[in-house]
């Protein structure tokens, strides 16, 4: 099975700030990578797909990047609505798997 | 719009199955495959099966084979998760999701069922 590795698992910050958030393959899956946002008691999400195509609906401040091994979703100007977990989920090989999220807090 | 609207909480024992329902609505059923993703307390999410709608193919994570199952009825646009031989660890939301043209990304999702297994 592939491995998403997220990182950080846990991320401080304020109204404003720019934020990054890594998701690493344990092999290569070309740009068959998504973004997602949960918020508590709430179904996913889905920010990006194809690593870097916004989702309809999904607004300009999100972006993704990346292939092969290593991605990025970046927030550009995080806003109170922001707060919330982030995974990454690979369809490039089956069985599809998720990161094991990442925690944006209110610093 | 597209809904997907899920059957309630299930408690159940060690053992025993269940089966949660998913209707579909706002779209036409048989052109989008629909997967059932699940999420223990406080965990992350995984991945259980998709099933095609319009051959009815179905794909399982291997290390639910054999206790899961997917299916459809057509007639009231509705897909069904049923598990079998219930173990504590079981206990989770599962949430049916709907993928988009371009892949098996979820871009809608039904509301989640709690499933809690307990003796």
């Known amino acids: 099975d592939i491995q998403l590795t997220q990182s950080p698992s846990f991320l401080s910050a304020s109204v404003g700030d720019r934020v990054t958030i890594t998701c690493r393959a344990s092999q290569g899956i070309n740009s068959y990578l998504a973004w997602y946002q949960q918020k508590p008691g709430k179904a996913p999400k889905l920010l990006i797909y194809?690593?870097?195509t916004l989702q309809s609906g999904v607004p300009s401040r999100f972006s993704g990047s990346g292939s092969g091994t290593e991605f990025t979703l970046t927030i550009t100007s995080l806003q109170p609505e922001d707060f919330a977990t982030y995974y990454c989920?690979?369809?490039?090989?089956?069985?599809?798997?998720f990161g094991g999220g990442t925690n944006v807090e209110i610093k | 719009q597209v809904q997907l609207v899920q059957s309630g909480a299930e408690v159940k024992k060690p053992g025993a199955s269940v089966k949660v329902s998913c209707q579909a609505s706002?779209?036409?059923?048989?052109?989008?495959?629909i997967a059932w993703v699940r999420q223990a307390p406080g965990q992350g999410l995984e991945w259980m099966g998709w099933i095609s709608l319009y051959s009815g193919n179905t794909n399982y994570a291997q290390k639910l084979e054999g206790r899961v199952a997917l299916t459809a009825d057509k007639s009231t646009k509705t897909v069904y998760m049923e598990l079998r031989s219930l173990r504590s660890d079981d206990t989770a939301v599962y949430y049916c999701?709907?993928?988009?043209?371009?892949?098996?990304?979820?871009?809608?999702w039904g509301q989640g069922t709690l499933v809690t297994v307990s003796s």
């Open positions: 706002g779209y036409t059923f048989t052109n989008y495959g």
């Open positions: 999701a709907r993928r988009i043209s371009t892949g098996w990304y979820f871009g809608y």
């Open positions: 194809s690593a870097s």
């Open positions: 989920q690979q369809l490039n090989t089956s069985p599809l798997t």
